[in-house]
């Protein structure tokens, strides 16, 4: 796998079922530059069991990028769609301007999701989900965001917002799967 720190948080629980996506998040909180405290910060949050939250990989600004719940787990993260999705939370605002992505930051995300893609034979395109009988069902495997899934009738969550750069996102995982990270 790509270059990461290991930090296992307890909140996860066995995976039943498929991965079909992987899910980007923004972790609406600030980044700070030249330090870790925010990741920490996040661990700690995603460790406290009251919190009944995690996610699989969060990145900062700097592309410092920490495991907290390994991919064949899962994270509890996106709700409806937690069975079938791995999920990055990305040190950023939903509502960040297009130039505020830090380029490091998306480059590291895209490592992971080369390294996903190979490893669980996901498609690099973005995916969609819709909702079917009052399930989130996965109808083109990818990538997708949070957002996503509430645009499906699930949750409220509008995070990464559309300033995210899913095309260089995206564009940055071919190469890195082709290429390696």
């Given at each position: ?25 923004s ?35 700097q ?20 069975s ?6 990305f ?91």
């Open positions: 796998p790509p270059a990461h720190e290991t930090h296992i948080v307890r909140n996860q629980s066995q995976r039943r079922g498929p991965i079909l996506a992987v899910a980007v998040h972790t609406e909180s600030a980044d700070l530059p030249g330090t870790t405290d925010d990741l920490k910060a996040i661990r700690n949050w995603f460790d406290n069991p009251v919190s009944q939250a995690s996610s699989h990989i969060g990145i900062d600004g592309g410092n990028t920490e495991l907290w719940v390994h991919s064949n787990r899962k994270a509890w993260t996106i709700g409806a769609a937690n079938w999705t791995l999920n990055i939370e040190v950023a605002r939903a509502a960040q301007a297009p130039d505020a992505w830090e380029e490091a930051q998306i480059k590291a995300g895209a490592r992971w999701l080369a390294y996903w893609a190979i490893k669980y034979g996901l498609p690099i395109q973005k995916a969609t989900c819709r909702n079917v009988n009052g399930l989130c069902v996965c109808t083109r495997k990818g990538v997708i965001r949070h957002s996503d899934v509430t645009a499906a009738g699930f949750g409220t969550h509008t995070d990464p917002g559309n300033s995210f750069p899913m095309d260089d996102f995206l564009r940055y995982m071919r190469y890195y799967k082709q290429n390696g990270w």
